[in-house]
């Protein structure tokens, strides 16, 4: 049995996506993405293709990252600002 991993989106894609925290069980970046839009929203879609990603604190937007069981993500929508 594979252990969810804790995913916390912020400011514009929590919006999207309808939520701040969630428990996922997920192996890549690119099943999270599929997680957090099952529907295929093409608005969703666009906001999360602009994030990146923190998983255990390691900053990535490739797609094909692993994310290993238990892990921490973060998604981050582009801040402005600076």
């Known amino acids: ?25 997920v192996d890549s970046i690119g099943a999270l993405l599929t997680a957090l839009n099952p529907s295929t929203d093409p608005h969703i879609a666009e906001v999360l293709a602009r994030c990146s990603f923190l998983v255990d604190g390691v900053r990535t937007s490739d797609a094909g990252a692993t994310i290993a069981p238990g892990a921490s993500v973060d998604v981050l929508p582009p801040f402005a600002g600076g």
């Open 1 to 25: 049995m594979s252990a969810a991993s804790r995913v916390r989106v912020f400011a514009g894609a929590a919006e999207a996506v309808g939520g701040s925290e969630f428990a996922i069980e």
